[in-house]
């Protein structure tokens, strides 16, 4: 799988760093001699591994139809999946508008999808066949290679089955990582204990090694994995389950948390606290107040999308400091939301993000308020290069100036350059501390309303409606 995950540099290098700053990139697939794949061997595959999960989950799956598209056809199929699930109202042409670039960075690196909407496993014909292509060339078979991924989608499909993924992913967008998080952990479990059945043992170990064994993977690599959130999804879930269903033989807390999933990331790292009321409270308050700030670009409404706090961008690569990330993050952050809005008409204008983090007492706040700035430090004297220079400014300076910020409000400014093409851009990132609350808003290029944002969020959080 690693083969796929080269990122294409598709914006310019100040625009880049926003996208850094607040979305995310792209992948696509690189170009090798293919396993031919042929139609019956999928076909009598499938049915091989449709016997085993309906046997193993004692499940009829006889409804799961199988498709397979071309890498083309998978960005529309994904997209329609995701604008579905988003809002069963959205028009087919605003799902591939909004969608269209969380597809292309996955389109490169998924073998298949489950489909719960249709009900079908859809195969991307070509990388399926670079899969297998990778897997046989390690003297792999071909079946069992194509058995590691049918496995996989068939359980999400029994899960379905059994659970109803449409309504259980029907939570705050907020949530989306920590429900995807335990659907992937949970059928990565399970394909790792019907490939035992199946044969398919020594195919899935192979697999897995080379996607998350990232300790000998290149940079580009190990960017593109971290910004698919790989290490979460596929590893740390299934890490999270394996602890849950060790406390509990029985099985019933891993059903409660595939019914009910932890909604942060990092809560994955500590089994022990599942449920945690609570931290899940807080959070569905931090999201009230996040869901109630509308802005305004262009004189139309902005989109706006709930993301995660924590992705695995945000973590530490290296496992012993990403544990050590992470246990000091849990002690000192209680709840953390995230907010990205992006200009309807203009999707290549600059965007912002909000983030708010609750803290456990004031010096934690203190704290991490140091760490975004040194965070957005570093990112600035990052982008330096031959052909990019940034710059911190006053932000004091600016027309309008920071005399509408509240009061224990501050805003870091910087202007990035490219030398080649003389384009420049503004980055702001504005902070404020209230009561344990952080709040920080991160944009590009415009100022007003960078502050207007700021000043909007606190508001909601004072007063929640
Ligand atoms: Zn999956």
């Known amino acids: 799988m690693e083969k796929y995950l080269y990122p294409a540099g598709r914006v310019g290098r100040a625009t880049a760093l926003l996208f850094t700053l607040l979305l995310s990139g792209c992948a696509t697939t690189a170009v090798q001699q293919s396993y031919e794949l042929a139609d019956t061997d999928l076909r009598s595959w499938f049915n091989d591994a449709r016997t085993v999960v309906e046997q193993e989950r004692n499940v009829e799956l006889s409804d799961v139809h199988l498709s397979t598209v071309s890498s083309r056809e998978m960005l529309f199929v994904l997209s329609d999946i995701y604008g579905k699930k988003l809002d069963p109202n959205m028009t087919a042409d605003m799902r591939i508008r909004v969608f269209a670039d969380k597809a292309f960075a996955e389109v490169g ?5 489950y489909d719960p909407f249709a009900k079908r496993i859809v195969v991307n014909r070509e990388n399926l066949s670079n899969f297998i292509t990778d897997l046989t060339a390690q ?5 069992n290679a194509a058995l590691t991924v049918l496995i996989h989608e068939l359980i999400h499909a029994a899960d ?10 029907n939570r ?3 949530d989306t990582l920590g429900v995807y998080m335990v659907a992937e952990g949970h059928a990565e479990l399970q394909t790792e204990q019907y490939c035992k059945i199946a044969g398919c043992s020594a195919a899935y170990s192979r697999a897995r090694l080379q996607s998350f064994n990232l300790e000998n993977a290149d940079t580009q690599q190990i960017h593109a994995a971290r910004e698919n959130n790989m290490m979460l999804l596929y590893g740390q879930s299934q890490t999270f389950l394996k602890e849950l269903g060790a406390r509990d033989p029985d099985g019933i807390l891993v059903k409660q948390a595939i019914q009910n999933p932890p909604g942060d990331a990092l809560q994955f790292f500590d089994a022990a606290s599942y449920p945690d009321i609570p931290r899940a409270d807080s959070r569905a308050k931090i999201y009230a107040a996040l869901d109630a700030v509308n802005l305004s670009s262009n004189g139309a409404p902005m989109l706006q999308f709930a993301s995660a706090p924590y992705t695995d961008s945000d973590l ?7 544990q050590h990330y992470v246990r000091n993050e849990l002690n000192s952050i209680i709840a953390a939301g995230r907010m990205v809005y992006v200009d309807q008409y203009d999707r290549d204008a600059a965007g912002l993000a909000i983030r708010v983090f609750e803290a456990s007492g004031p010096g934690e706040v203190r704290k991490k308020w140091a760490e975004i700035v040194a965070d957005y430090n ?3 004297a ?7 220079t940034s710059k911190h400014i006053s932000a004091d300076t600016l027309p309008g100036g920071t005399g509408d910020l509240p009061e224990q409000a501050r805003m870091f400014a910087a202007t990035i350059t490219t030398k080649s093409q003389d384009e420049s851009l503004t980055v702001f990132n504005s902070l404020v501390i209230e009561g344990n609350y952080l709040i920080v808003v991160s944009s590009a290029d415009n100022f007003e309303l960078n502050k207007h944002a700021l000043r909007e969020t606190l508001q909601q959080l004072r007063n929640p409606i």
């Open 139 to 143: 003297g792999l078979d071909a079946r």
């Open 160 to 169: 379905d089955h059994d659970y109803d993924l449409v309504a259980i992913e």
């Open 316 to 322: 530490p690569v290296d496992s012993s400091k990403r």
């Open 172 to 174: 705050h967008p907020g």
């Open 378 to 380: 570093h990112l600035v």
């Open 109 to 113: 690196f998924l073998q298949a999808v």
């Open 382 to 388: 990052s982008v330096r290069s031959r052909w990019v």
